[in-house]
């Protein structure tokens, strides 16, 4: 039985800290106010323009957010490099694409089997991998997205070469999105309504819930692996249970992201999955800013569209795109929005002016032999 006197008390602080700034102008208020105008605009954006150009590419922009955002998990939160993270996207796309077209489920009703099959991908591959650190994890994980394309390309239930046409949009109950809806005489056809529902649910899903994961028990757990193993071990933090729980924390949002990616555009094939996109997905977490929720935005927002307002330079215009990547790597190389960024006009956390600490002595002298 412990008692007061036998407990351990960690030992008060020389300084007092300063209080955190509050008012619009704190960090975590105003960053708050951001997100919040920015996803009201998202939602407003259709009555301003709605064409269908417009709405597809900002519905795929979305869905690179929430992949991303599964990737900053890993990457970002827990320090895995993973460079075939896409696989985990065509799980996902592959087992709802092929229990809505060859069996009659509901996109809906895929999700429980998508999760399974998330979770039993990124156990198989993350269970006697994840021991590995740095560079050879990246080449086993590149092999494991070589394998899923590969293998889909060769089986007859993924459609082989072909891949699977006429995926479904989401429906619920027995009402479509196909169906569209008029609300106060304004018609929203299956685009529209597919473009709110990857909004709300899963730009807003995976924003909130990056953000709790990132600031709980088990953020700071990643964050520690990610800092330096060894030492988080030493503090009794299981390295491995960690790093597994992140990579199958990926998995899920990847295979989610898959099921979107499979809906928007009714069709997939092996070429959906290639390296080139994993490559792009981990340059949107670098670009952005790895841990960073507002960088990861920033950074998939950057390489989605990016190529599309640079279409007008035709042949010219993936070069260009290239350059521009450089270019920021090179002027902001912890990439657009680092994780600890605070905007210069901001209210900043002042530390009180203090006496400075001296040497502290040994805890107790050596006795003198007698």
Same mark, same amino acid.
């Given at each position: 039985?412990?008692?007061?006197?036998?407990?351990?008390?960690?030992?008060?602080?020389?300084?007092?800290?300063?209080?955190?700034?509050?008012?619009?102008?704190?960090?975590?208020?105003?960053?708050?106010?951001?997100?919040?105008?920015?996803?009201?605009t998202a939602l407003v954006l259709p009555f301003i323009s709605?064409?269908?150009?417009?709405?597809?590419?900002?519905?795929?922009?979305?869905?690179?957010?929430?992949?991303?955002?599964?990737?900053?998990?890993?990457?970002?939160?827990?320090?895995?490099?993973?460079?075939?993270?896409?696989?985990?996207?065509?799980?996902?796309?592959?087992?709802?694409?092929?229990?809505?077209?060859?069996?009659?489920?509901?996109?809906?009703? !895929?999700?429980?089997?998508?999760?399974?099959?998330?979770?039993?991908?990124?156990?198989?591959?993350?269970?006697?991998?994840?021991?590995?650190?740095?560079?050879?994890?990246?080449?086993?994980?590149?092999?494991?997205?070589?394998?899923?394309?590969?293998?889909?390309?060769n089986l007859t239930v993924t459609g082989g070469p072909t891949g699977i046409h006429g995926?479904?949009?989401?429906?619920?109950?027995?009402?479509?999105?196909?169906?569209?809806?008029?609300?106060?005489?304004?018609?929203?056809?299956?685009?529209?309504?597919?473009?709110?529902?990857?909004?709300?649910?899963?730009?807003?899903?995976?924003?909130?819930?990056?953000?709790?994961?990132?600031?709980?028990?088990?953020?700071?757990?990643?964050?520690?692996?990610?800092?330096?193993?060894?030492?988080?071990?030493?503090?009794?933090?299981?390295?491995?249970?960690?790093?597994?729980?992140?990579?199958?924390?990926?998995?899920?949002?990847?295979?989610?992201?898959?099921?979107?990616?499979?809906?928007?555009?009714?069709?997939?094939?092996?070429?959906?999955?290639?390296?080139?996109?994993?490559?792009?997905?981990?340059?949107?977490?670098?670009?952005?800013?790895?841990?960073?929720?507002?960088?990861?935005?920033?950074?998939?927002?950057?390489?989605?569209?990016?190529?599309?307002?640079?279409?007008?330079?035709?042949?010219?215009?993936?070069?260009?795109?290239?350059?521009?990547?450089?270019? !920021?790597?090179?002027?902001?190389?912890?990439?657009?929005?680092?994780?600890?960024?605070?905007?210069?006009?901001?209210?900043?956390?002042?530390?009180?002016?203090?006496?400075?600490?001296?040497?502290?002595?040994?805890?107790?002298?050596?006795?003198?032999?007698?």
């Amino acid at each position: 039985m412990t008692t007061d006197s036998t407990r351990l008390h960690a030992p008060a602080p020389f300084i007092d800290r300063a209080p955190q700034p509050s008012g619009i102008l704190a960090p975590n208020t105003f960053m708050k106010t951001l997100g919040a105008v920015c996803f009201v605009t998202a939602l407003v954006l259709p009555f301003i323009s709605a064409t269908p150009y417009l709405i597809s590419i900002l519905t795929s922009a979305f869905i690179y957010i929430v992949l991303a955002m599964g990737l900053n998990v890993v990457v970002g939160y827990a320090g895995l490099l993973d460079l075939g993270y896409i696989a985990f996207m065509a799980v996902g796309a592959y087992t709802s694409g092929i229990l809505t077209t060859r069996f009659g489920f509901s996109m809906l009703e !895929t999700i429980p089997f998508v999760v399974v099959a998330c979770i039993i991908a990124g156990v198989i591959i993350g269970g006697p991998t994840l021991r590995l650190r740095t560079d050879y994890l990246a080449i086993v994980t590149l092999g494991f997205g070589e394998i899923v394309r590969i293998t889909a390309n060769n089986l007859t239930v993924t459609g082989g070469p072909t891949g699977i046409h006429g995926i479904p949009t989401w429906s619920f109950f027995g009402w479509s999105f196909a169906d569209g809806v008029t609300i106060g005489g304004l018609y929203f056809n299956s685009k529209i309504l597919f473009y709110y529902f990857v909004l709300v649910v899963g730009v807003g899903g995976a924003v909130v819930a990056a953000a709790r994961l990132g600031k709980g028990k088990m953020g700071r757990a990643w964050k520690s692996i990610r800092d330096d193993e060894d030492v988080s071990e030493a503090m009794g933090i299981n390295g491995y249970r960690t790093k597994l729980m992140a990579y199958v924390i990926g998995a899920i949002w990847g295979g989610f992201a898959g099921t979107l990616m499979g809906a928007h555009l009714t069709a997939i094939s092996p070429n959906s999955f290639l390296f080139l996109y994993s490559a792009l997905v981990l340059m949107a977490v670098v670009l952005g800013g790895m841990a960073s929720t507002p960088g990861v935005i920033i950074g998939a927002l950057f390489v989605s569209l990016a190529p599309e307002f640079l279409r007008e330079f035709s042949e010219w215009r993936f070069l260009l795109f290239g350059l521009l990547l450089v270019v !920021t790597m090179v002027f902001r190389p912890k990439g657009i929005w680092p994780e600890n960024a605070v905007l210069p006009f901001l209210k900043k956390r002042q530390v009180p002016a203090h006496e400075p600490v001296g040497a502290t002595g040994p805890v107790a002298e050596p006795e003198e032999a007698s």
